[in-house]
């Protein structure tokens, strides 16, 4: 039994191996996934896998364990490093074996700040596990978007392993089949799928995604730059007046005050201080308009006034 142990164990320890990244990272965030990463990763597929609590990856880790779990140096580093950069909040992470079958079984779930820091990452995983010299060739499942597969064969330690890596909302998840067989591509498929729908749409909201939040705030220096493009935007007006007013022309009509306009970071939409609207349907309220009134002003190029609604048939009856 003993000697099973230490070959499931090492059969765990080899798949762990394959997950080495290059460079990923992110320091601590504010947002904590809800609900808590270890709420979140799916059961073993039968009764006969028994967690392996003594495992290198078991239990909560960050960036840091995760970089020096497969690496060490200027490697490890560059990996904490990335990601950090890319919003890693926490980490969670299983261990299996299955003594039958002579199977280990790895699960895993990283969250981060947003989807778009989650997508990178799984780039940069995706590349790294490309990279590694026993990487065999890619597996494929339907019904995930934003996924890697991978197949791997150890010939020196007679190791097969087979994996997936998938993005839903702002986390990362893990699927990670051992054998010393060729033997576990559908286990590890459909343990896979087994995930993907158990797992949530995302464990932060995506209200709070960085992508999301134009204009992140800061205690400074964004009030200050605010008040100078209100001081530069009402110089600006007062020089229109007297312009117009020297040489005896009228002033040229601007519906709407001169109020700075919040907009995603793509532009598709604009906050009114509650949510988020689409721009190509409103127009903010606050909106300089142009004297004709067929364009506004978004704080960076004219846009064209969407036409008004037209009114639904009055109530019969």
């Not at 919003?87 to 299983?94: I, N, P, Q, R, S």
């Not at 054998?179 to 709070?208: C, H, M, R, W, Y």
Request: net charge negative; charged share 15%.
């Amino acid at each position: 039994m003993c000697r099973v142990n230490r070959q499931l164990q090492a059969l765990a320890a080899a798949a762990i191996a394959t997950l080495a990244l290059t460079p990923l990272s992110a320091d601590a965030a504010t947002p904590s996934p809800s609900p808590s990463l270890d709420k979140v990763l799916a059961p073993p597929p039968s009764s006969d896998f028994a967690e392996l609590t003594t495992g290198v990856l078991h239990g909560q880790f960050d960036a840091h364990d995760w970089a020096t779990t497969n690496s060490t140096g200027p490697a490890a580093t560059e990996t904490e490093t990335t990601l950090k950069k890319d919003g890693f909040v926490d980490g969670y992470g299983k261990e299996w074996g299955q003594a039958s079958a002579g199977h280990a079984m790895i699960e895993a779930v990283m969250a981060f700040t947003g989807g778009k820091g989650a997508r990178s990452a799984l780039t940069a995983i995706e590349a790294s596990d490309k990279a590694d010299s026993n990487y065999k060739h890619a597996n494929t499942i339907s019904g995930i978007d934003n996924y890697y597969g991978a197949h791997f064969a150890d010939t020196q330690t007679n190791t097969f392993v087979d994996l997936y890596v998938f993005v839903k909302g702002n986390d990362i998840f893990f699927v990670v089949l051992a054998s010393g067989k060729d033997d576990v591509l559908t286990v590890a498929t459909n343990q896979t799928k087994t995930q993907f729908d158990s797992a949530p749409a995302s464990t932060i909201p995506t209200s709070q995604w960085p992508e999301n939040i134009a204009n992140k705030s800061s205690s400074f220096p964004v009030v200050p730059v605010v008040v100078v493009l209100a001081i530069v935007l009402a110089v600006v007006v007062v020089g229109v007046v007297l312009a117009t007013m020297r040489r005896g022309g009228a002033m040229p009509a601007m519906a709407g005050g001169a109020g700075a306009i919040q907009l995603s970071e793509d532009g598709n939409y604009w906050w009114d201080g509650q949510t988020w609207r689409d721009s190509s349907r409103e127009v903010p309220p606050t909106a300089q308009r142009s004297f004709d009134g067929v364009t506004w002003w978004d704080g960076r190029s004219w846009r064209p006034v969407p036409p008004a609604t037209e009114p639904g048939p009055p109530p019969t009856g």
